[in-house]
């Protein structure tokens, strides 16, 4: 019996292969996709082996690939000129957005710059506190240490893949895409953030893509300040709130590759901090760093 972990986990699982097998035993190593009714792991080259939970003679959780702070660093500048809210401004190496309060990524401070401290949390406050806003901090990981005590309000994974190999790729004729969203989009997308949030990108490019007019989702192309081009996807949603893996796939596959034809070599996605999403899984996303966001609390930060 074993305890197994949350899929996107990476792990290296010995199972039984099948009966005449030489050798009678193999090894899986990488991300976790499934325990049921299979085990389903993909492996660095992207293939996915599948077996049977019976078959299972050990498990180990391992280590995430490491990452490197100024490759998180990057990927981050990549992913806030993609969803830079309705107005931002830099402060002493922060990056504060605003986007009508609507969504954390657009209405929370990053800390970019190696020079961002805490000491800044209290003109961090004021600031969105004119606004009429709650004030906010994205903290990616090794970036900024926090205080103990700040409460996570939520955790995300930035989940990232290759892309360079889905240039050219023929398009799927059940795939559409506008360069602003329409109101088709619009109507499936169902929530009430403004348009100049949706289509806010700093020197970047952006395209929205509709299944069938049924499922959709934003693409940006955004560069790094290490030279990395990136496309992100985001604003991910189903018609009828339930999620497909066959759109959610069909549709992400058309998005990286169009970036990969505007030169993006690596995509990123946002997804919830435990767990699987269709998306993630159906592309083969793999785990790149996580983002907190936390709601800066009450005080005085000039000493800190």
Known sequence: MFSWPDPGTRVTVRYRRPKGSVPPLTDAVGHLLAVDPAVRVRTKTGAVVEFARADVVALRVLTDTPIRTSQIRALEHAAAAACPGAERTWLDGWLLRAGHGV????????????????????????????????????VPDRLLALPPGWTDERTERVVVRGVSEMADREADPSVTFSPRPHDAWLRVFGREIPVDVLTAVVDGELMFGA???????????????????????????FADDRADDQAAAALGSALLAWGADRGATSAYLSVPGTGATALADALGFRLHHRRRYVQAPPGRWDSV
């Open 103 to 138: 969504g954390l990524a657009a209405n929370s401070a990053l800390p970019l710059d190696l020079s961002a401290q805490l000491s800044s949390v209290a003109a961090i406050t004021e600031w969105y506190r004119r606004r009429g806003l709650t004030p906010r901090l994205a």
């Open 211 to 237: 299944y069938r007019n049924a499922t959709v989702a934003r693409a940006a192309v955004t560069d790094a300040p290490d030279g990395a081009r990136w496309v992100g996807i985001s604003a991910v949603r």
